[in-house]
């Protein structure tokens, strides 16, 4: 089955001055590492204006993207928004690797910050700018390597979780990095032979494995790359995809700890932190 996303950039227009200054609040925020109290003007209806809302915040973003996060809509909206996922930018000077050492975990004080057991896809080629829609089978040749990785996710806006996929599809599609872990051996069938679990502050706080991604990881591949070239930015050799949540979005504060497991893997533990301002 293709995959397929009318996202309709072109109506709302990224001239648009409420898709504009909800950008702009978007970029100051994480920039200064400010925290949003209420999404900044209406919350959009539809995933159109929030992806405008997003191209415009990561077209203005003082660095590259190195990739995009996958994630859930939730089932009830399905219908409404025409779409099971959505896509985020995943920016260059976010991505680490998680080998050796404890890690961080960075969180907008006042914003919202959360852990995820994932999957990390590389991608093998540079996908072509004329291709809208592919097949889980035809995504499955842009896989280079499939690692363990944890998603970091959240930004500034506090209320993103109960505000819906609009507003974590805006918000820089309510990521803050992505940590890359060991590479699976057997790509994606080792993949499917893994057990993720989560804890925060030694509790666990979910379990899961391949099967929470519908149509498995092909199918979260092919859905970034159908909105990535949408979005005027089709996927490149080298950057990576995080493919959904394994276990759930686990909410994490400024000075928990966190430990992510993968059957029999190192595990990768680290602390939130309090994240900086970008560039001072």
């Not at 203005?60 to 959505?86: F, S």
């Not at 989560?198 to 509790?203: A, C, H, N, R, T």
């Amino acid at each position: 089955m293709t995959v397929t996303h009318p996202i309709g950039l072109s109506a709302p227009t990224l001239a648009d001055p409420v898709i504009a200054e909800a950008a702009a609040r978007f970029v100051d925020a994480r920039r200064s590492a400010t925290g949003l109290a209420d999404f900044p003007g209406p919350l959009p209806a539809d995933l159109a204006t929030a992806y405008a809302i997003q191209a415009t915040a990561t077209a203005a973003w003082p660095d590259e993207v190195a990739g995009w996060k996958v994630a859930r809509v939730p089932p009830a909206l399905e219908e409404t928004l025409g779409a099971m996922r959505y896509i985020g930018p995943i920016f260059a000077g976010t991505v680490v690797t998680g080998a050796g050492g404890p890690l961080t975990f960075p969180v907008i004080p006042g914003g919202f910050g959360a852990v995820e057991a994932e999957f990390a896809v590389r991608i093998a080629a540079d996908a072509p700018a004329d291709k809208l829609d592919y097949s889980p089978a035809e995504a499955a040749a842009f896989i280079a390597a499939v690692h363990v990785a944890i998603e970091v996710a959240g930004g500034p806006l506090a209320p993103v979780n109960t505000l819906g996929p609009t507003a974590s599809t805006a918000v820089f599609g309510n990521n803050n990095g992505l940590i890359v872990g060991e590479e699976i051996v057997g790509g994606v069938e080792g993949s499917d032979a893994l057990r993720a679990e989560v804890l925060i502050d030694g509790q666990s706080v979910g379990v899961g494995s391949s099967a929470k991604l519908p149509g498995g990881i092909a199918a979260a591949v092919a859905v970034a790359l159908s909105i990535a070239v949408r979005l005027g930015r089709p996927l490149k050799a080298g950057q990576w995809i995080s493919t959904g949540a394994l276990t759930g979005v686990h909410a994490i504060a400024i000075g928990q700890q966190a430990r992510i497991t993968f059957t029999g893997l190192e595990p990768m533990s680290g602390t939130a932190v309090a994240a900086g301002a970008v560039g001072g």
